[in-house]
């Protein structure tokens, strides 16, 4: 069994003490929350002034000469931040005694092996059961309509559910002639957890009347939007399935998931009827189809199929309110959800969720992200169509924690749906809880990066030592409230300003990013690791775990195992750290594809009384327990010299790079180099193309001429031999793409993930003849 240990340190992870560094941590202005036994001595304070800027703390982890590579501070800029280290150093002098003393240190879990076999090990975890988690099991909560129904007993009056009253919206002529459209929006208002019960049961008798039996299927198609989970509360109530599709998806795949679930009731928005004027000539099981309405339009529901009945959202609930039928609740094992995966390795795949799937699963992250607060919101934003979404809004429901609804277009004040001059909805909303995924987090990086870089020397001067000195300090343990209000308010408002936790998954997120956003947002990053197929949980690290680039310890609902993977090398005996293929036992395992007994057979097994899902991952196991993504299977292409090229490692890292929008790595097995297809930033690239004397060029001029193509290329290898990758692992060539990566071209995927095989078939002639050229060179 696991233990908890104050202070473990992490395989291969610098300065990575136990910290809780939250909010009610006792704190000094330059730093509190102290914990961990590299709390630095007072000796260490002063060297750390002294040495601060010239390279000589090695290992901070990621230094801001890094981040900011292209910038020099001048004599204005050191003699500034001279000025700010005599400041800083005598005041952490006066108040490190009071804290170094008296600041608690914290624990942290971590999990053991529990069975050694041949080529395999098992690692469990006992984090801390919360009290939810008991009252649950008492209660035999092993379902989501019991999930939901107990939420709703126990909150009753309280605000649930919040929409953002829309005033107007309005067309916007940009410089360059296109028109965008822009909202001017109100306040948030709120559904109480009794209107969602009344409301959803509504719902729930109201697709009776659509002839909609126990155990058939309603396909959600929509954006993320408060009736979206309405319907879910009201399909789990009858024993409805739900099956999940993005509103992103393409006319094709949305045909692939109604023909294939066979689906007679869809539930859509207003926005998106207008695809099923063609998409409906190629489903012939779509007997009806439900919008949700736009608050300003009215919808012409004229030039559809006339053997398909058109449906309000309001006119379903309002048939079901004139019912009074008996609602029969659905059994741990009856299907709750077949959600789709992102399908970025091929054809998507339905993935069969029990109630009970998704109820263990539930449990399992509300152990693994702590305690909740009384002031606590949730924003959602992110698709519902997606696990983790779907996920943590149900367990903000189950908590009591009010969701206020919102959209990548709408969420910041510069997001492009919000009119200048008016607030996005984070601002408004002000939450403390976001789930973010990795592509987001690397723009909001970059973001910030470019805004330093454009400020003047002293600006610079500022950030370079409030990043630095914030980091040092974070790595002995300490939090740094003075600089957090001084420099990193801007960041921290862009997001409402009281975001006190992050939760990144979906992705592996870049450590260098992991790292910049912490410090920047002044908020614990919490990185978990999930697939639909285990209902998106596995793991999930602590807000207090220091480190980076890992996903922290396997929750409560499962067990981890390595299993050897002998043509990658990988083996559990490996040394000095056990690696291998990530497979993941437990009741929140999902009971097979739906349709495909081929590939169920082949991804799941059951042994030791539990079912498992071999994730096709490789992951190594510190001491402590935690996990790190090191590697993907399919990932992996072994060179011409017998290197293993990781293709999504490298990816991630250069995904960090100003000048990068989006990226594939290429590697053929009979060559000993990579070459890169590359999506550009569009403005560094337009800087970098005046630079060498080419301005004003289109994109798609700057994509084909073979000077700015080698401009980008020097700029890469440099970012990436200062990211310390290998030499192999360094593009010798690349192509830049003038095309974006968009779902509708298929080349990523809803959820913008890289649809590998697709990217390289279609650049297959590119490819080609980078590798000829390097091959005549």
């Avoid at 450590?511 to 197929?533: A, K, M, S, W």
Wanted: charged fraction near 25%.
């Amino acid at each position: 069994m696991a233990k908890r240990v104050e202070n473990g340190g992490s395989g291969g992870v610098l300065k990575s003490n136990g910290s809780r560094n939250n909010n009610n941590s006792a704190v000094s202005a330059a730093g509190g929350g102290r914990s961990g036994s590299n709390s630095g001595s007072l000796v260490d304070l002063v060297r750390h002034y002294l040495f601060l800027f010239d390279g000589d703390e090695a290992e901070l982890g990621t230094p801001v000469r890094l981040l900011l590579p292209d910038k020099k501070l001048g004599f204005g800029g050191t003699l500034v931040v001279a000025l700010l280290k005599a400041i800083s150093l005598a005041y952490d002098v006066v108040t490190w005694f009071g804290y170094y003393w008296f600041q608690k240190k914290s624990p942290r879990e971590k999990a053991e092996v529990v069975s050694r076999g041949e080529g395999s090990c098992t690692w469990r975890s006992d984090r801390e059961v919360r009290d939810i988690h008991v009252e649950l099991e008492k209660g035999k909560i092993d379902t989501m309509h019991k999930v939901y129904t107990h939420a709703i007993r126990k909150n009753g009056l309280k605000r649930c559910l919040g929409t953002r009253e829309l005033f107007k919206e309005e067309d916007e002529i940009q410089e360059n002639g296109k028109v965008f459209k822009k909202y001017e929006m109100g306040e948030y208002h709120w559904k109480s957890y009794a209107e969602v019960d009344r409301l959803s049961a509504c719902f729930a008798a109201g697709l009776t009347t659509l002839n909609l039996q126990r155990k058939e299927k309603i396909c959600i198609f929509a954006e993320t939007r408060a009736e979206w989970l309405i319907a879910a509360v009201g399909a789990f109530k009858h024993t409805f399935t739900i099956v999940t599709l993005y509103a992103t998806l393409g006319e094709d795949a949305v045909v692939h998931g109604l023909n294939e679930t066979e689906s007679t009731v869809v539930l859509t928005s207003d926005e998106l009827m207008p695809k099923f004027k063609s998409i409906l000539k190629q489903t012939p099981h779509v007997k009806h189809l439900i919008y949700m309405e736009h608050p300003l339009k009215k919808l012409d529901t004229s030039g559809y199929l006339d053997s398909v009945s058109i449906h309000s959202f309001c006119d379903v609930i309002e048939r079901g309110s004139k019912l009074s039928i008996r609602l029969e609740a659905p059994e741990p094992d009856d299907v709750a959800i077949i959600m789709y995966t992102s399908g970025s390795t091929g054809v998507p795949k339905g993935v069969l969720q029990s109630h009970k799937n998704v109820a263990t699963a539930m449990l399992g992250l509300t152990d693994g992200l702590g305690p909740v607060y009384s002031d606590d919101i949730y924003v959602a934003y992110l698709p519902l169509a997606h696990v983790l979404e779907l996920t943590c809004e149900s367990i903000c429901f189950l908590q009591g924690i009010p969701i206020g609804y919102s959209s990548p277009l709408t969420l910041t004040n510069n997001s492009s749906k919000i009119k200048a001059g008016s607030k996005g909805d984070a601002v408004v909303l002000e939450p403390t809880i976001m789930v973010a995924v990795p592509f987001a987090l690397d723009r909001i990086y970059k973001m910030v990066q470019e805004q330093v870089n454009q400020g003047g020397f002293i600006k610079q001067a500022l950030f370079y030592f409030a990043y630095d000195y914030k980091l040092w300090w974070y790595y002995k343990g300490y939090n740094t409230p003075l600089v957090d209000a001084i420099v990193m308010k801007k960041p921290k408002m862009a997001v409402g300003g009281k975001v006190r936790i992050m939760i990144s998954g979906g992705a592996p997120l870049a450590t260098d990013t992991h790292e910049f956003i912490r410090n920047c947002l002044c908020l614990p990053v919490v990185q978990g690791y999930g697939l639909t197929e285990t209902c998106a949980t596995a793991t999930c690290s602590t807000p207090g775990d220091m480190s980076v680039g890992r996903v922290g310890p396997p929750l409560r609902c499962n067990d981890l195992r390595l299993v050897d993977w002998d043509e990658g090398n990988y083996t559990v005996n490996d040394v000095p750290l056990p690696r291998g293929e990530l497979v993941i036992g437990g009741d929140n395992v999902a009971m097979g594809y739906f349709k495909l007994p081929e590939a169920t057979a082949q991804d799941f097994f059951v042994a030791d009384g539990r079912r498992w899902f071999r994730t096709g991952d490789i992951a190594v196991a510190d001491p402590d327990g935690c996990f790190r993504i090191i590697d993907r299977k399919k990932d992996l292409v072994k060179l011409q010299m017998g290197e293993y090229l990781s293709m999504g490692k490298i990816e991630s890292i250069l995904k960090t790079c100003k000048y990068i929008e989006n990226v594939c790595i290429y590697g053929d097995a009979f060559k000993n180099v990579c070459v890169a297809l590359v999506v550009p930033a569009q403005k560094h690239l337009e800087l970098l193309s005046s630079s060498i004397g080419k301005p004003n060029l289109s994109l798609e001029e700057m994509c084909s001429d073979p000077q700015v193509e080698a401009a980008f290329l020097k700029e890469i290898q440099s970012f990436s031999t200062a990211a310390k990758l290998h030499r192999f692992e360094i593009p010798a060539a690349l192509k830049l793409c003038s095309e974006l990566w968009t779902p509708d071209n298929n080349l990523v995927t809803a959820a913008f993930k890289l649809r590998r095989r697709n990217v390289q078939e279609w650049y297959q002639g590119d490819l080609d003849r980078m590798y000829a050229k390097l091959s005549s060179s």
